[in-house]
């Protein structure tokens, strides 16, 4: 897969929030995440300070040029030319594929030299597009770009990811890259960070610098440049993502669970927390404490008895996922909360379902994907919480179902969306009809491409001595949930064990099967 770096230009007061959404959008979307990288250069030098024209040699390192164009021209700092000026040059000189988009229409007024730069660009013979909105400004920039990777290099995207892309920019809530003005980079949890760059940018993590730490997430939109202070700090879905305490500028992040001893709610639960964690961290605990308080029931195998979780773990982890990455939270006053019963488990998280979609959608497991905080979902999705765009439901559905358990129930109620998961069948509980495409784990191929995977899987692992999700993707070509659900079997079966969580977690063989 082709991977295109292109260096988003412009303004760098006047236009940084367009700039940082251009590189959030590059960064989500899934066809453009998957064949681009967005490089931002924040930092320029001030006019009597030697011109080191870093942001140059960043330049020369992309393969696509992307200027966007508002009103003012910007600080000069050599020959007479602003920074974005000189980028604009230098991109001709190396001959670089030329993007533009134009804020406002023909009568909308500019700086003189900001007329004389455009009249430049138009002379060179370059066609631009015009936006009025941040929105549409997103859109042109995908149908450019796209335009350009199919016709250059035959790559274009499938009608799915063409439809989750315009749900996306309908559904995405605005406050993801709501600067964070009072925290810093060096506040955030660094050994996360280490790890969603060295999956963002394809690196192994021990050649992930500080410095590209925070070029890679400035880029995504994850960070921005305070120039009068000189540091990066935080947008909010990197703070969401990173931050020890993030309720300490957003309140509403807290994590709310509780366990019963019964199957009502009462003011006494046997066990209740409150987390205030970077939302990875919360996932694992939540888990845990629902582990905690639910039964294990023994199953004896062989001569060995063994413990058995009540809830499959993938369930449990999927219902949590869904509500810290798809809950509003422009909601400021509300919180996710995560209720342990005798018999069930309700999973409640502010805010309607994104972009509107039935219950019974939902239900059924067919609903598309629509994400309201796209830049929280791609971070966990390199953090390895999340797989495939639209994969949960049906993931916890098929969890469930295998464990011979009722199927997760939704419900909207006073403007939340709950999940509920029951240990036992619940004999008011109706079962939504299924479809024969849920039962089937992997998708039908020829009768020897399942083996052929697991082989070269295990071959993989016995080769490295261990295996991850990124290995599988990397060194063998599947996809993501193709590699989460060969792993996931092969751990049940006892072919692998399991070791760590998230981007730590690891796969090591446990005995020799009989396809090896």
Known sequence: MIRLKVFISSAQKELRR??????????????????TVPRIFEDYPAPLVPNKKAYLELLRTCHIYLLIIGKEYGTVIVNGLSAVHQEYRFAQDLKLPTLVCVMGDASFEREEKTEQFFEEITKDGHTYSRFSSDRELLEKVRIRLVEYIETTFDT???????????????????????????????????????????????????????????????????LWWDKQEEVYRPTAACFLLLAPNPSTVFPQTRIQLDAYAGDNRNTNPIDSILLDNPLPQAIEQTVAFIRRNTAHPLKVRGLKRQDSDAYPQEALREAIVNAVAHRDYGESEAKITVEVFQNEIMFSSPGLPPGGQSIDRISRGDARSRVRNPMIVQGLRWLEYMDERGSGIRRMRFAMKEKKLPVPQFRINNGEFSVTLYDTPAPDVVQPATTEKEDIRIAPTPDNAVESKEAQLIQLVRANGHATTAMCVQKLGFSRDTAWRLLSRLTKEGVLKKTGSGRGTRYYLTKAPDQA
Do not use: C, W
Not at 20 to 28: H, I, K, P, R
Not at 158 to 187: F, M
Not at 189 to 206: C, F, N, T, W, Y
């Open 18 to 35: 367009q700039r940082v959404a251009v590189g959030s959008l590059l960064a989500t979307d899934p066809f453009l995440s998957e064949t």
């Open 156 to 222: 274009a995207p499938t009608q799915l990811q063409d439809i989750h892309s315009k749900e996306t920019l309908r559904s995405a809530s605005n406050l993801e890259r709501q600067q964070v003005n009072n925290k810093l980079l060096s506040g955030l949890d660094q050994d996360l960070a280490r790890e969603m760059v060295s999956a963002a940018e394809e690196k192994p993590i021990e050649k992930v610098t500080d410095e590209l730490i925070s070029q890679a997430l400035l880029s995504r939109g994850y």
